[in-house]
């Protein structure tokens, strides 16, 4: 596709219950990033993926969330026993090497824990 | 520490009127700046961008932002606003010269373009 897709779009889950999120890159992009976009607020940092460097990990709000990438391609994010405060709002962005610095956002997949 | 402040949470303008969203930053190196633009059930869309050169930067659907250095400010100005134009704008920072890495977004100001 041209651009960044996430899926599902929409996830509803009970509290510990553990979630995947997924992300489709733009094809041939190196760089992937996960950001989550709580209700009024901005965007926060989770992790970043450079080709096959290891990943920038620092954002990960706590041991629960963890990601993966396989090579330049789809990566998951995954949530374990999920808490109230997980809901939020994930986006994925990709980036190319030629145009590092102009990420490319999904339209993100909104999470919500009852 | 690295943050990107946006100090209008909400802002309403008249349709036809001029627009001016407010953004300041702290970043240890010479930062990259970006304005974003997300509209409801929408991802973010890039507006417009600064790396160097020239401090007035032009983007897409006749916004334009300013660079000054000395304020640590990067505020995105819109001469006449349409109501399309309703929707949340964010500020963000990233690493310069090339790299690639996280951006710092700022908390976001909603627009209301009033009829």
């Known amino acids: 596709g041209a651009g960044v897709s996430q899926s599902p779009s929409n996830k509803v889950t009970e509290k510990g219950k553990d979630v995947e999120l997924r992300c489709d890159p733009i094809?041939?992009?190196?760089?992937l990033y996960w950001y989550r976009q709580r209700l009024g607020q901005g965007l926060e940092f989770l992790i970043y993926?450079?080709?096959?460097?290891?990943?920038?990990k620092s954002g990960l709000p706590s041991d629960r969330f963890s990601a993966e990438r396989t090579g330049e391609s789809v990566s998951t994010l995954t949530i374990q026993r999920t808490q109230q405060e997980d809901s939020a709002v994930y986006l994925c962005?990709?980036?190319?090497?030629?145009?590092?610095?102009?990420?490319?956002f999904g339209p993100g997949t909104r999470l919500t824990v009852l | 520490a690295q943050s990107v402040t946006q100090p209008d949470i909400h802002i309403t303008v008249s349709e036809g009127a001029s627009l001016e969203l407010r953004c300041n930053y702290s970043?240890?190196?010479?930062?990259?700046l970006f304005w974003y633009v997300q509209s409801p059930g929408q991802g973010l869309q890039l507006l417009l961008k600064y790396f160097s050169g020239d401090t007035l930067v032009q983007g897409i659907k006749g916004f334009e932002a300013e660079f000054k250095r000395s304020q640590s400010s990067f505020n995105l100005r819109k001469p006449s606003v349409h109501w399309s134009d309703a929707a949340e704008y964010f500020c963000?920072?990233?690493?310069?010269?090339?790299?690639?890495?996280?951006?710092?977004f700022g908390q976001g100001t909603t627009l209301q373009v009033k009829p």
């Open positions: 962005a990709s980036s190319s090497r030629d145009r590092a610095n102009e990420q490319f």
């Open positions: 094809s041939g992009h190196t760089a």
């Open positions: 993926f450079q080709g096959n460097s290891a990943p920038d």
């Open positions: 963000a920072v990233g690493p310069g010269s090339g790299n690639t890495g996280k951006l710092i």
């Open positions: 970043y240890g190196a010479t930062p990259y």
